[in-house]
Nanobody, 128 residues
Framework: QVQLVESGGGLVQAGGSLRLSCAASGRTFSRNYMGWFRQAPGKERESLAAIGWFGTNTYYADSVKGRFTISRDNAKNTIYLQMNSLKPEDTAVYFC?????????????????????WGRGTQVTVSS
């Protein structure tokens, strides 16, 4: 059974940092695009970042570019999201997702429907 489990969320003051992890089990994702999304209360889920097979290609939403960094460790079957300069508007539940096939998603990485596996999310709260 494939599982994605996020961790690392919590409460942080504005301007602070957090590092989220997403550990995959049940299969390897070394040749799969993986991404991070978030959903704030009352809002739609939005894409944040994605990473290609070997981590050389990364993609970011404008809202987090320059503040967030996605990375992966294929040996650990894990991806990360380093979040710096956090703002109250970053408060949300953060989800990781993975594509089941070895597809190139460089032009569609932001589309939720491209991802087949999802974690349950981890809460990030940024206080002002």
């Amino acid at each position: 059974q494939v599982q994605l489990v996020e961790s690392g969320g919590g409460l942080v003051q504005a301007g602070g940092s957090l590092r989220l992890s997403c550990a995959a089990s049940g299969r390897t994702f070394s040749r799969n695009y993986m991404g991070w999304f978030r959903q704030a209360p009352g809002k739609e889920r939005e894409s944040l970042a994605a990473i290609g097979w070997f981590g050389t290609n990364t993609y970011y939403a404008d809202s987090v570019k320059g503040r967030f960094t996605i990375s992966r460790d294929n040996a650990k079957n894990t991806i990360y999201l380093q979040m710096n300069s956090l703002k109250p508007e970053d408060t949300a539940v953060y989800f990781c997702a993975a594509d089941a096939g070895s597809r190139m998603l460089e032009s569609t990485w932001y589309r939720q429907q491209e991802y087949d596996y999802w974690g349950r999310g981890t809460q990030v709260t940024v206080s002002s």
